[in-house]
């Protein structure tokens, strides 16, 4: 068992900033989650190309048998052939020989990879079988869910989610330091355990694991910024006046953590188009006498919008998409425009009223439709006995859960508390695991679908007549399964970066959600793949 990826070039530490850059670069592809929608109409495959299409950069074909097929120089498709030096592993991915080329109706789905890869690695195996090795068309049809990776706290009886980590990394070389909020209480215990899934059709690759623990009295809260800061506040106090842009007083919706969550208005969003796909909320506080630090409290997530606009633009690729998922550097100025137009138009945009307009104060990036994440916001100072703000963002884009506002606010110094043991499904310790996650280098613990490990970190005890709120820091990346009917398009048409054509898609992306969000979440959560 290996969790060491073996022989990969060096690779090269980059600034968080520059990190950020080039992880958001890759957003219009990287949707944390992705759904096969079945209302997408694909291409139909094409027996007899005029030319062949060619992928350059190096990927994996996953057959139905359950074998895998390298191609570490890319692949030539023609004539419904799959055509490359490559080499076949069997189930076990203990044996291999030399292929040079596949028949299309063969291969379940494929993936890109963007480095040298030891052949003979393995994810960590767990009790059930992995996706990879018991692939069959009729399964990957029925599989329509796909995440990075979800973390679940053992505390009870039953597993709980918690967070989904680096979301957006969907290559090597593309990481960030993703941080979340935890929800668990170990009260007087001394250690936390923690389950990470792969409960999608991806290779999730795990560089780096550690608890951030940060103590505080028993009448505040914490949570994180949206750099991943902690954020200590005190009590909290619920918006005067919460509105939508339809006219609808949603303070009754918002006003509880329960799950219950706004979206935007049916008419509304049945009436965007590409001059106005807009929505937003607008919230009025009352501001205290005395002291003016704020910070604006969120509990949020995603809706299943992304994940279908995400769907839309791949599988308009075809297999270009492998290639857009490499690191090719030629790509990069276009992934930069899209970078910048994904950020512009797919985030949630923070604005205070402050001498006769609303100013920007901060941005929130897409957080995934799993699970809830909890955010402060830290507001700057204006003058007057009322706070006025107004969050904008692309109609149902979001759903939000609970809006607050802390007048008590202070930034906090989080210890770091590292991975202590790593187990498999099976209750065998990985010792090179837990080695490898200690530290964002060049090991990884590598992970298929259907396998999950579980973490334990030794928290001490619980400082007396004080409180203790976690976070888990994560940083990774992961690749995406490419399905065979995203794939079957003769000759796609490239992807053209620009606004009226990024826009045009949203748009289309936006009328085949409308109709199917009532029951799409619920497909969306049956279809996980099971882990046990």
């Known amino acids: 068992m290996t969790t060491k990826i073996d022989g990969r070039t060096p690779r090269i530490r980059l600034g968080k900033g520059m990190r950020l850059f080039l992880s958001l670069a890759f957003l219009f592809l990287a949707s944390c989650i992705t759904v096969y929608n079945t209302e997408i109409e694909p291409i139909e495959y094409q027996e007899q190309s005029e030319s062949p299409l060619i992928v350059e950069s190096p990927v994996k074909a996953h057959l139905v048998d359950g074998s895998t097929v390298v191609f570490p120089n890319g692949v030539t498709i023609e004539n419904g052939i799959v055509k490359g030096q490559g080499f076949k592993y069997d189930i076990t991915l203990e044996h291999s020989e030399p292929v040079t080329e596949v028949d299309f109706d063969e291969v379940a789905a494929m993936e890109s990879y963007q480095t040298p890869v030891n052949t003979g690695a393995t994810a960590v195996a767990s009790g059930a079988a992995t996706i990879g090795v018991a692939a069959t068309a009729a399964a990957l049809a029925v599989i329509i869910f796909g995440s990075c990776p979800t973390i679940y706290s053992l505390e009870g009886v039953?597993?709980?989610?918690?967070?989904?980590?680096?979301?957006?990394?969907?290559?090597?070389?593309?990481?960030?330091?993703?941080?979340?909020?935890?929800?668990?209480?170990?009260?007087?215990?001394?250690?936390?355990?923690?389950?990470?899934?792969?409960?999608?059709?991806?290779?999730?690759?795990?560089?780096?694991?550690?608890?951030?623990?940060?103590?505080?009295?028993?009448?505040?809260?914490?949570?994180?910024?949206?750099?991943?800061?902690?954020?200590?506040?005190?009590?909290?106090?619920?918006?005067?006046?919460?509105?939508?842009?339809?006219?609808?007083?949603?303070?009754?919706?918002?006003?509880?953590?329960?799950?219950?969550?706004?979206?935007?208005?049916?008419?509304?969003?049945?009436?965007?188009?590409?001059?106005?796909?807009?929505?937003?909320?607008?919230?009025?506080?009352?501001?205290?006498?005395?002291?003016?630090?704020?910070?604006?409290?969120?509990?949020?997530?995603?809706?299943?919008?992304?994940?279908?606009?995400?769907?839309?633009?791949?599988?308009?690729?075809?297999?270009?998409?492998?290639?857009?998922?490499?690191?090719?550097?030629?790509?990069?100025?276009?992934?930069?425009?899209?970078?910048?137009?994904?950020?512009?138009?797919?985030?949630?945009?923070?604005?205070?009223?402050?001498?006769?307009?609303?100013?920007?104060?901060?941005?929130?990036?897409?957080?995934?439709?799993?699970?809830?994440?909890?955010?402060?916001?830290?507001?700057?100072?204006?003058?007057?006995?009322?706070?006025?703000?107004?969050?904008?963002?692309?109609?149902?884009?979001?759903?939000?859960?609970?809006?607050?506002?802390?007048?008590?606010?202070?930034?906090?110094?989080?210890?770091?508390?590292?991975?202590?043991?790593?187990?498999?499904?099976?209750?065998?310790?990985?010792?090179?695991?837990?080695?490898?996650l200690h530290a964002a280098d060049a090991a990884y613990v590598i992970t298929k679908p259907g396998e999950y490990l579980r973490l334990r970190f030794d928290v001490g005890e619980a400082p007396h007549g004080l409180k203790r709120t976690y976070f888990l820091a994560a940083e990774g990346y992961y690749i995406e399964w490419m399905r065979k009917d995203w794939l079957e398009t003769e000759s796609a048409p490239a992807l053209v970066p620009n606004d009226a054509a990024l826009q045009a898609s949203l748009l289309t992306a936006m009328r085949l959600w409308e109709p199917q969000r009532e029951e799409f979440r619920e497909r969306f959560e049956s279809t996980r793949i099971n882990v046990r």
């Open 158 to 436: 039953e597993p709980l989610l918690e967070a989904e980590s680096f979301s957006y990394s969907i290559a090597p070389g593309f990481e960030v330091r993703d941080v979340d909020r935890l929800g668990i209480d170990p009260g007087t215990g001394d250690s936390v355990e923690l389950e990470i899934r792969n409960e999608a059709l991806e290779t999730h690759y795990i560089n780096h694991i550690e608890l951030m623990e940060v103590v505080h009295a028993a009448a505040e809260s914490v949570f994180p910024d949206p750099e991943g800061r902690p954020v200590i506040v005190g009590s909290l106090r619920a918006p005067q006046v919460v509105i939508d842009r339809s006219g609808r007083h949603i303070d009754g919706i918002v006003g509880a953590a329960d799950g219950k969550a706004w979206r935007t208005d049916e008419a509304r969003l049945q009436n965007v188009s590409t001059d106005d796909m807009e929505d937003y909320i607008d919230l009025e506080f009352e501001m205290p006498t005395t002291g003016r630090e704020a910070a604006l409290v969120l509990r949020l997530r995603n809706s299943l919008l992304n994940t279908v606009f995400f769907i839309h633009m791949l599988k308009g690729q075809g297999f270009r998409a492998l290639d857009w998922m490499s690191d090719d550097p030629k790509r990069l100025g276009e992934k930069y425009q899209l970078r910048r137009w994904y950020r512009k138009r797919m985030g949630m945009r923070v604005a205070i009223w402050d001498q006769g307009r609303y100013r920007q104060v901060a941005t929130i990036a897409e957080t995934g439709p799993i699970a809830w994440t909890e955010l402060a916001i830290p507001l700057p100072a204006v003058k007057g006995d009322k706070l006025q703000l107004r969050l904008s963002f692309v109609a149902d884009n979001w759903r939000i859960d609970h809006l607050a506002l802390a007048t008590v606010v202070r930034h906090a110094k989080a210890k770091k508390i590292p991975v202590t043991q790593v187990t498999s499904a099976a209750g065998d310790e990985l010792r090179q695991a837990r080695r490898n």
